[in-house]
Structure formats: C-alpha cells, structure tokens
C-alpha cells in the first residue's frame, strides 16, 4: 500500500476550522498579561492644567483689593493704637502739670501775705534813716536794717513743662486753648526771674553802705536764727554820716519799688495758675 493510501486510510486532513479551535483553546491556556502604558506625562499635563489656569482681569483686581484692605487695616490699628498712646501721655503730662502749678500758687498764696508786710518795712526803713533821732534811737534802725537785706527767690516748678519742651511732648497738647494758658503762665517766670536779678544787684549795693553804718556785732546777735530780733536797748552806730543814710536810704527805696513789681507778677500767676487749673481739669475731665 501506498503512503498516500496508509494517509488517507487513517488520518483526516486539518482543516481550517480546527486549526482556529487550536489556537483559541492554546491561547486560553497561557497566563494573560496587560501591559499598562505609564502615563505619568499624560497625568502631569492634565493636572497642570487643571492647577494653573490663566487668571482673568477680575482675579487680579480681587487680589489686589484684598491686599489693599489688609494692609490698610493694619495702618488703621497702628494708627488708632499711636493716637491711644499719645492721649495717655498728654493725659499725664496734664496732670502732672497740674500738680507744679499747685506747688507754685501754694507758695506764692503763703509768701504774699509777707511780701506786703516786708513793703511796709521799707517804708518803715526809709523813715528812720532819715529822722533826726535816727543815730539815737536805732533799736528799730537795727532791726529794719537786718531784714531789708533778706531775699525770698520764688521757687518755680518747672519739672514738666521743661520735660514736654525736650521731649517734644508739648506737639500733644490738642487743645488751643490749654496750649495758650499754659504758654501764658510760664511767660510770666521770665518776668519774675529778671526782677530777682535786679532786687538782688540793688541788695548788694545796699550791704556795701550799710557794713560801714551798723555793726556786724549786732547783726550777729539779732540774726543768729533764722530770724531777726529786735537789739537790747538802742546800740552805737558805727558812722555818724548824713550821707551814708541818705545813699542807703535811696538803696531801700529801690529795693521796694523791684519787690513791688515782683509781687504784682506773682500775683498775677497765682490767679493766672488758679485758672489754668480749671481749664486743664474740665477738659481733661481730671476733677
């Protein structure tokens, strides 16, 4: 037999069918692998776009405006905590002002009574230099003599307004007229402080003459405290000299006419002081 008898005797001839059967069943039997494709690029591009748009007009006009409201709200709160602080200090400025003017008026309210009477002193003074009896009576010569050369230099208090004028604490005061009263007070020390000078150039004139008239003994037994009494019984002069009493007794009247312009002056602060007072306290509300 032939071996294209023996084949077609005992094996059937594959067809197309079964070869497709074949490979679907060999096919199924091995392992099924996917293959995925990275798509980081993919991904990064479509976040990137998603993220970060291209902004509008309105976006950045809203950007700005919030900025600009923050940033002005900021100035806003400082300011209003600056001009908080400068209140404060002014407040305190006006108090203790306050205060010096009270010590100033205080002392000036108990010195005017002894202002008037160390006038009539002088006058007192004037009289005996030139009486007849002056070398013969001098008890009284002595005692008046002693106590016109005494001074009273008026202790001003000016702590706080020379603090404010370094400080530059004197820009806080926002009131015209408080600024006005308290420049119009203290305008008048100048005037005080020039009299003094001048009351004390005249009192020294006046010791010159009156070394050489009275006795430095004397004085030293009436004055041996703080205050002068009056001598036992009526002591010698050292000088007998018309002259001399006429040129001292024109000393004392100097002496009296520059301690009646200074208490005019201290008059005029104490009432000046008395009503700065009032202001300061009403508009500060302080009392």
């Known amino acids: 037999?032939?071996?294209?008898?023996?084949?077609?005797?005992?094996?059937?001839?594959?067809?197309?069918?079964?070869?497709?059967?074949?490979?679907?069943?060999?096919?199924?039997?091995?392992?099924?692998?996917?293959?995925?494709?990275?798509?980081?690029?993919?991904?990064?591009?479509h976040h990137h776009t998603h993220g970060h748009g291209k902004k509008n007009w309105k976006t950045y006009v809203w950007e700005?405006?919030?900025?600009?409201?923050?940033?002005?709200?900021?100035?806003?709160?400082?300011?209003?905590?600056?001009?908080?602080i400068e209140h404060e200090r002014e407040r305190q400025y006006m108090k203790s002002l306050i205060t010096d003017i009270k010590e100033d008026i205080r002392f000036i309210g108990e010195q005017q009574p002894i202002y008037i009477n160390k006038q009539s002193l002088l006058d007192s003074l004037i009289d005996r230099l030139n009486s007849p009896s002056a070398s013969v009576n001098t008890n009284d010569l002595y005692y008046y003599a002693r106590l016109a050369s005494k001074n009273d230099i008026f202790p001003a208090n000016t702590r706080t307004i020379d603090q404010m004028k370094f400080a530059g604490g004197f820009r806080l005061i926002k009131n015209e007229e408080v600024a006005d009263g308290i420049m119009s007070y203290y305008s008048e020390l100048p005037q005080i402080q020039s009299l003094e000078v001048t009351e004390q150039s005249e009192t020294n004139e006046y010791r010159k003459i009156a070394v050489q008239i009275f006795s430095a003994v004397v004085f030293n037994e009436i004055n041996s405290t703080n205050e002068v009494t009056r001598p036992v019984n009526n002591p010698a002069l050292r000088i007998n000299d018309k002259k001399l009493w006429g040129d001292l007794s024109g000393w004392v009247h100097y002496i009296k006419n520059t301690r009646i312009g200074l208490s005019e002056y201290k008059k005029r602060l104490h009432e000046k002081g008395q009503k700065l007072i009032q202001l300061i306290e009403k508009e500060y509300h302080l009392e």
């Open 1 to 45: 037999m032939s071996k294209e008898a023996m084949t077609t005797g005992n094996e059937q001839p594959a067809n197309d069918e079964t070869i497709s059967s074949a490979k679907t069943i060999a096919d199924a039997e091995q392992p099924q692998t996917i293959n995925y494709k990275p798509q980081t690029e993919e991904m990064e591009v």
């Open 64 to 84: 700005f405006l919030m900025l600009f409201l923050a940033v002005f709200c900021g100035f806003l709160a400082e300011y209003q905590l600056e001009h908080k």
